[in-house]
Nanobody, 127 residues
Framework: QVQLVESGGGSVQAGGSLRLSCAAS????????MGWFRQSPGKEREGVAA????????YYADSVKGRFTISQDNAKNTLYLQMNSLKPEDTAMYYC????????????????????WGQGTQVTVSS
């Protein structure tokens, strides 16, 4: 059974930074992908960043390119999202997701591509 547990959310002022972590248990690295998604009230879920767990190739939504960095530490079974230059519009619940199979790169930021999800961690950015 795969379990994903996010941590690291909180409140920060605009321009600040946060690092989210996602501890994965029961997940086999190397053949699938993991990603970060976010959702705020009244808005659709948005794919933020994704990484292939085998090759470490990363993908980002245009809205976060240059500000967010996704990374993984396979030895610690942990996925990270470093968020810099945060903006009020980054305020959302952030979710970690994992898929145990290869996903076509054009689908990596689509939630339907993932079959495991964490409970989420709240990020609030004030102006």
């Amino acid at each position: 059974q795969v379990q994903l547990v996010e941590s690291g959310g909180g409140s920060v002022q605009a321009g600040g930074s946060l690092r989210l972590s996602c501890a994965a248990s029961g997940y086999t690295y190397g053949t699938g992908c993991m990603g970060w998604f976010r959702q705020s009230p009244g808005k659709e879920r948005e794919g933020v960043a994704a990484i292939t767990t085998g090759g470490g190739t990363t993908y980002y939504a245009d809205s976060v390119k240059g500000r967010f960095t996704i990374s993984q530490d396979n030895a610690k079974n942990t996925l990270y999202l470093q968020m810099n230059s945060l903006k009020p519009e980054d305020t959302a619940m952030y979710y970690c997701a994992a898929a145990g199979y290869a996903v076509w790169r054009y689908y990596l930021l689509r939630g339907q591509s993932y079959n495991y999800w964490g409970q989420g961690t709240q990020v609030t950015v004030s102006s």
